[in-house]
DNA sequence: CATGAATGAGACTTCATTCAT
DNA sequence: CATGAATGAAGTCTCATTCAT
């Protein structure tokens, strides 16, 4: 069988889009069914095209789900670099967090992201893909509060950023979990609890 | 709560044991392999029963996750409310933390509370029972806080309490999904942000 | 996937006979289209069951496959041994040879042991299967070339019997080759061509 | 011979090379992995060209196939031929085997041999040619033996050549079945059995 | 009450073949 | 002449669910 056939590997333009548009669907139907559910099928549909020529661009299900993954962490490390490279943090994680609620398709769909995480539990590769990205984040995240105020930082001291920096992924993920659970709370309540974490986490 | 929950057979004692073994097994599956990779063949043979007796207890696998969900919130509150029952909150959360990492079956699993939350997305049964449940949470927190020291409450002011109490709620889902994501980070680390958050959050 | 249920392991007399229907079906299926050719449609269809049905007695297509070719080589084994417990070999080779021209199911099929050799050379479990196969024949045949002639044997030395026994079996598989590939080959001279080689192969 | 090959185009040089090269590819595959499992695009890859383009020459798969088998055939018959051209014939007989063991390409592949008489039993087009081939090497055979000794034959006499031929031809068979199935097989023994038919076969 | 054999739908995947470029 | 993207049918296998016993 398979008879030693690459069929994954191209890099013409038009692979690559068609990789992007696998993706796309895929994400939309792993948002709307899960991984599990969200069949072949359903994906192929989606991107409209056949199911087989799916394999050609990635070599079996599992591919798909793992590009997935990685491709919403970019996202997520994407969006969380961009926060703390404004001074405005607080303002940052407000907008993420109703663009969460609203399941805004711009930014890293939260149920996606704890599903993928309660995978992690079964699946190595998917385990070992969030451990690298989390690791970066919580790097991003230190970087940014120790270096100097005249450099973009928050000129922190070093010795208390690794905890603060530990704290405030821990009340991101806990925001993604609530918004998740909790789509239709009141901006207010939000923001005041944003406000209130940022001021204390980050005041020296 | 018990919304929906389709029983086939009456509630006498046999059944409700019968009911009971099924959903043990089920938690067990459930946690090893997913609420879709977890087949009711995998389900009976943990209960020690055939496939077809658990649908005179239960209407089809669907019932049985919901009916697993609502046990999993159960446990969630009773360990939530004993948490803030000691006057130890800190001490308990740091125990629910590395028991979460460990996997500790006594406790509400973290891993499936992620699963669900993003099931909950789906399925608006499943949504019900979540919000239910976080709310009574959360009205148990508050109630806490506000309670009179005298009562074993802390003796907050009423018009802190409702953020104060969504920011634990908060803290707790990012230590659920740290405790998945992170299950080898060291107890020091951990321990640090713990206090540091109960402190300056629970302070008058 | 699978979770650990096991679903081949059953010994009551049905779990026997339906094994033995699907066995039964799908050597009339590989003798029909080949080993690859037949699908577990066509056998499921053949053995009158549902094709999930079977992967409650083999864990898949190549366990049926197996099963087929241990069949087949027992039943050859079994002529064989009838073959020289008669002092009648030239005669039972005649018969079998005609049975084999004749597609006759009664007897190990002709094609489907040249498949099952060629498959061998890429699959090392059927490889493995066939060797242990050769080796008994082999040795039933010296054996009962060495054996005392009042002991059923020939009482033939034990120097020449290796080459013998070897030149024989050799034999028969050009046979068998030649069955399949001369369907039509008339009696007279496979007859002749039968006592020629056996009366210079077993005389002293 | 040649019988109902589909040629989709005409006779260029251009396109014999062609066809060459894609033979020669399918050749290989089919001796790797067989004749079903051996994918088109498997053999486009070996003749290092698109998979439509093997369309141009030949009809489908069934035909590549079957242009292999009188390939393979027309192969075979040129061994043979060779086999018996020399006076000797043990020599020649003892080559071809070990070469069969080790699956040297340069001669006819003996399981792919084994596979396509077991095709010829489903097949008639095949059969056909199978029919063809084997009467063509049991006429050279039969004349070798029977030309006069002066003309490089065996100057056997007439009425004894036919059932010699084929006891000949037969052997040959068991010979390539025998290097399918026992590849290991000391050259000792082979040898001595080699030896010993043919001083039989061909004494007078 | 209980079993587990049986089904049928549907999942993933492969591959011969076609056709626009 | 040549490519390789695309399709659709078919293949293997799984599993929730039912039902005769």
């Known amino acids: 069988m398979n008879a030693g056939i690459a069929r994954t590997t191209k890099d013409t333009p038009r692979?690559?889009?068609?990789?992007?548009?696998?993706?796309?669907?895929?994400?939309?139907?792993?948002?709307?069914?899960?991984?599990?559910?969200?069949?072949?099928a359903s994906i192929a549909e989606t991107a409209q095209m056949s199911a087989g020529l799916m394999y050609r661009y990635f070599e079996n299900k599992s591919a798909i789900v793992l590009a997935i993954i990685e491709r919403?962490?970019?996202e997520g490390r994407t969006q969380i670099a961009q926060l703390h490279s404004s001074s405005e943090l607080a303002a940052a994680l407000y907008d993420v967090f109703t663009r969460w609620q609203a399941r805004d398709p711009s930014v890293m769909n939260a149920a996606l992201f704890l599903e993928m995480s309660a995978e992690a539990t079964r699946d190595p590769q998917i385990a070992a893909a969030l451990r690298g990205s989390d690791a970066l984040i919580l790097s991003d995240l230190a970087g940014w509060m120790n270096r100097a105020r005249e450099d973009g930082g928050l000129g922190l001291p070093a010795e208390s950023v690794a905890t603060r920096a530990?704290?405030?992924?821990?009340?991101?993920?806990?925001?993604?979990?609530t918004a998740v659970r909790q789509p239709d709370l009141p901006p207010g309540?939000?923001?005041?609890?944003?406000?209130?974490?940022?001021?204390?986490?980050l005041s020296p």
């Open 72 to 74: 919403q962490l970019q």
């Open 166 to 177: 530990f704290l405030l992924e821990c009340f991101i993920r806990g925001l993604a979990l």
């Open 189 to 201: 309540t939000i923001k005041d609890a944003i406000d209130s974490v940022v001021s204390r986490l």
């Open 15 to 40: 692979a690559e889009a068609q990789r992007e548009r696998i993706l796309c669907a895929a994400q939309r139907c792993f948002i709307e069914y899960g991984f599990h559910a969200a069949s072949m």
